[in-house]
């Protein structure tokens, strides 16, 4: 914790930098972001008003013609209920009434995962999709088998039929080879998709029309994404999705050495004329809840929009993108990107710049690199894992994370970290209860040393609780 904390900027110098008064302050807490059940409030000041339906941005598949709309939905969280037995499902009544407000303004972009909400995506996503005719829609999947007990060509053919019987359709519009580069990298994928002949089987699977188009997610080990474009000629991937946003930009490799600054992976596919689809622009929506001087920075320049519309206008700015994925759970998510969308106005290259300075200033916070995909979940031990590192996040972003005892708002940061944790994580799947199996690293498309982190945090807590900190 101390390491982290040489780095921490305290609030007058930031403010100083940014060439900020009172007044951006008063701004930031207004607008910053409150987290609970709907965890929005910037998003609110546009749901209101009224949204065109026919204003809708597009972008053109080359090979298909296919007019794509430039927000995707990312349906990798879906919102849940408790049902009567405790048990936690998808609430698919408020899956399709997402659904039918995103096709209503134009989305046709869906994508899903066999691994996505517990397994339970494909089948909420195809349901909510199955209402509506099948020119409205195109539909992305993944072959998933990220368990090695899938690998093998029975296990993989099953998880491939099984996305057309989840989903309702008889083909499938975008496929992707799942998160190459992750793990050992070439050795996974080549596990994964070419010693069981998977990926000879989809490419005659694009002939046969059941899939329209085909490509590869890339998370991990660059040498795998740079292999398969060398490929390119062979396999004529139909486009590829990456993480792009404006922090990855150029901070990746600062955030975890695994990652790819995106400037790098955009260009090559762009050097290409491989369309990009872009996953985690908002960073699993760390980018919608950035520190309060984040916020006041951006909402200084442009009071009316919300915080996350930077993010997404970043990433449809770029001409080579066909679609902007975002995982809207709730309906202040959707309305508030289908204003960003409809129609999108692009950044100028000044606005850009300013990006990039903001991009730099938020490199100066400690947080954890953790998108909240919950592929780490679920931990043998019972951890929340996830849960404990957006509570980590989430105060370091509000300025709860203390230096020591001598911190002006040390005893208002205790209170709220300390209670905020136990609001947030069940005691008996906090971070105490880590052994350090490593059992969650390899899952981690981010690279995270999770129990590293979590040893950290847990020390963090305990300082605070003995007030030895």
Not at 41 to 48: G, S, V
Not at 283 to 304: M, N, T, W, Y
Not at 314 to 324: E, M
Not at 356 to 375: F, R, S
């Amino acid at each position: 914790m101390e390491e982290k904390n040489k780095s921490y900027i305290n609030r007058r110098k930031f403010l100083k930098r940014l060439g900020m008064g009172t007044t951006a302050v008063s701004v930031a807490a207004l607008t910053g972001c409150k987290h609970g059940k709907n965890p929005v409030t910037d998003e609110n000041l546009t749901a209101t008003r009224v949204i065109p339906k026919d204003q809708m941005t597009y972008r053109t598949q080359p090979k298909s013609g296919d007019k794509v709309s430039i927000l995707g939905y990312g349906c990798m969280r879906w919102p849940t209920i408790v049902n009567e037995q405790g048990e936690e499902v998808i609430d698919q009544n408020t899956v399709n009434q997402l659904v039918d407000t995103a096709i209503e303004h134009g989305v046709n972009y869906f994508d899903t995962s066999p691994a996505y909400c517990k397994g339970g995506s494909e089948r909420a996503t195809g349901i909510a999709l199955k209402r509506h005719p099948r020119e409205k829609f195109l539909i992305a999947t993944k072959l998933s088998n990220f368990a090695s007990s899938t690998w093998s060509r029975k296990k993989s053919m099953e998880m491939y039929y099984n996305s057309f019987r989840e989903l309702q359709v008889d083909y499938i519009d975008y496929m992707l080879l799942h998160a190459v580069g992750m793990g050992d990298g070439m050795k996974r994928y080549e596990a994964r998709y070419i010693d069981n002949g998977m990926l000879d089987f989809l490419l005659e699977e694009r002939k046969a029309g059941r899939i329209r188009h085909l490509g590869f997610s890339y998370h991990g080990d660059v040498k795998v994404f740079d292999h398969l474009l060398a490929q390119h000629d062979v396999y004529q991937w139909d486009f590829v999705q990456i993480q792009m946003n404006y922090l990855d930009w150029q901070h990746a490799k600062e955030v975890n050495r695994r990652n790819t600054n995106a400037e790098y992976l955009y260009g090559e596919l762009e050097k290409r004329n491989i369309p990009v689809v872009i996953m985690e622009p908002l960073l699993g929506g760390r980018l919608s809840k950035v520190h309060d001087h984040i916020v006041a920075r951006l909402k200084q320049r442009e009071p009316e929009r919300s915080v996350a519309s930077w993010a997404f206008r970043f990433a449809g700015t770029h001409k080579g993108v066909l679609t902007v994925l975002s995982g809207m759970t709730y309906m202040e998510h959707l309305l508030d990107n289908l204003h960003t969308f409809c129609p999108l106005q692009p950044l100028n290259d000044e606005e850009m710049q300013y990006l990039y300075e903001t991009a730099d200033l938020m490199m100066q916070y400690p947080t954890i690199p953790c998108n909240d995909c919950k592929y780490c979940m679920p931990c043998p031990y019972g951890l929340d894992i996830p849960a404990i590192l957006v509570h980590y996040n989430k105060c370091v972003n509000e300025g709860n994370v203390p230096e020591d005892r001598q911190a002006e708002n040390y005893r208002e940061a205790r209170r709220a970290f300390l209670v905020g944790y136990d609001r947030s994580v069940p005691k008996l799947r906090q971070a105490n209860h880590c052994i350090g199996c490593k059992h969650c690293i390899s899952h981690c498309p981010q690279g995270i040393n999770i129990p590293k982190e979590l040893q950290r945090i847990d020390g963090f807590v305990e300082k605070l609780k003995q007030g030895t900190l």
